[in-house]
């Protein structure tokens, strides 16, 4: 099956700072996203990205699916931005799929 | 629109209990999937239901799981009885595909249970 590694697996900023989290995978995919798992437990979607580029506020996403890398780019942060997050793929269409998860990136951001 | 709904939002039980947790896809959504993260460790894939059908199931750990979604619409997992090992937080996550395109995954906020 496809194998996800994320990277670094902890993170420990001061607030301002920004970040860049990576992701690799072993095999092509029609799909991959980033989530923001928060303290509370709570899974949030944060990018659908199976290629090219994405903004959404401070946060940015860029997958190159032909060298199976997605890299997830965190400016200025803010204490918010503290808690796990996970790289998932999924490969196939219809019915198929089912999302890998890599072991996540803890991310601490200190004020 | 609704997102992913999940209740209880957090279960305490003991060891030998029985657990029913709850999804609630986004209407309309006809994929539905089970996952978990236990003991700090990754989510893992427990189950897909495409409308009422058990797609894949590969990933339910025991027959203490059993994952029920009747008439398509929400879906159950319970589990019995409980053991120490099955504490975690339970995510459900619904999809809708159209014409071979994937819109990715919504998550709902999850169950966390924790067996004592």
């Known amino acids: 099956g496809i194998q996800v590694e994320q990277s670094p697996p902890d993170l420990i900023l001061q607030e301002g700072a920004n970040s860049t989290l990576r992701c690799n995978f072993s095999?092509?995919?029609?799909?991959l996203q980033w989530f923001h798992q928060n303290p509370w437990g709570q899974l949030i979607n944060l990018f659908y990205i199976p290629s090219g580029t994405k903004q959404n506020g401070r946060l940015s996403a860029t997958t190159v699916a032909t060298e199976r890398y997605s890299l997830l780019y965190i400016s200025s942060s803010q204490t918010t931005d503290s808690g796990v997050y996970f790289c998932?793929?999924?490969?196939?269409?219809?019915?198929?799929?089912?999302?890998?998860f890599g072991q996540g990136t803890r991310l601490t951001i200190n004020p | 629109e609704a997102g992913v709904t999940q209740f209880p939002s957090h279960s305490v039980i003991e060891k030998g209990q029985t657990v029913t947790l709850r999804c609630d896809p986004i209407?309309?959504?006809?994929?539905l999937y089970w996952y978990r993260r236990v003991m700090g460790k990754e989510i893992k894939f427990l189950l897909h239901f495409v409308k009422e059908s058990k797609q894949d199931e590969s990933g339910m750990p025991n027959n203490r799981f059993l994952a029920e979604r009747t008439g398509g619409t929400y879906s159950t997992l319970k589990v019995q009885p409980a053991e120490l090992e099955d504490s975690g937080v339970y995510f459900c996550?619904?999809?809708?595909?159209?014409?071979?395109?994937?819109?990715?995954?919504?998550f709902g906020s999850g169950t966390r249970l924790t067996v004592v």
């Open positions: 996550a619904s999809s809708q595909h159209e014409q071979g395109a994937n819109y990715g995954y919504t």
């Open positions: 209407s309309g959504h006809d994929n």
């Open positions: 998932a793929v999924a490969k196939g269409f219809q019915g198929a799929q089912k999302l890998v």
């Open positions: 095999d092509s995919v029609n799909n």
